[in-house]
Each structure stands twice: as C-alpha cells, then as structure tokens.
C-alpha cells in the first residue's frame, strides 16, 4: 500500500469483513426461521393418536349403526368419551356376534 493512500487498504479490509459476516448472518437468519417455525411445523403433524379397534353387534338403543355408517347410542357416546379422556380415539365396526367371540 502507497503511503499517500491510506484509504484503499481500509476499504479492502472491510470488504472482506463483509464477506465474511454474510455467511453467520445467513445462519443465523436461518437458525431464527426454523426455531420460529417450529411451533406451526409440529401443530401441523400432531403426534399420531392411539386409536382403539372396537368391535360391536346391534343391540339398540344402547348401540347400534345410523344411516351413515356411524356407531350411536348410549354405549357408543360413553365409550368415545372414556377413550378420549384416556387419550385415546375410537374406530367402531360393526360385526356378528360370532367375529366378535372368535377375535
């Protein structure tokens, strides 16, 4: 460096402290995005619930099937709602008595 131009030899040293900070801010930029992410990444895939297979024939009112397809009745609601309280959700099948003592 020329001894009348001090300032060239300033200017290089800070081009090169630029360059050199870019890639840690990048990272931290990123760092900050996914842990701000995170909370709406796991709210979108909760953890898979446990679910329990439940088997029953027709014995209306207590439980029966509707015309959707859905298990109703008393026993039904008292079963989803022990289920959940457990942390548990419920699939019903509807199926004859005879599956339902051979399982």
């Known amino acids: 460096m020329a001894h009348g131009q001090p300032g060239i ?3 290089c040293l800070l081009e090169q402290r630029k360059a050199a900070i870019d890639p840690l801010k990048a990272f931290i930029y990123l760092a900050l995005a996914s842990l701000l992410g ?4 796991v709210l979108a895939n909760p953890v898979s ?9 027709e014995f209306a009112p207590a439980i029966y ?3 959707h397809g859905m298990a109703r009745g008393e026993l039904a609601e008292l079963t989803r709602r022990v289920a959940r309280q457990a942390g548990y959700g419920v699939r019903f099948r509807g199926l004859p008595g005879a599956r339902l003592y051979a399982a």
């Not at 995170?38 to 990444?41: C, E, G, R, T, V």
């Not at 619930?49 to 024939?57: A, D, E, I, K, S």
């Open 38 to 41: 995170l909370p709406a990444a």
């Open 65 to 67: 099937t509707d015309a």
């Open 49 to 57: 619930q446990r679910v329990l297979n439940v088997g029953y024939y």
């Open 9 to 11: 030899g300033c200017a």
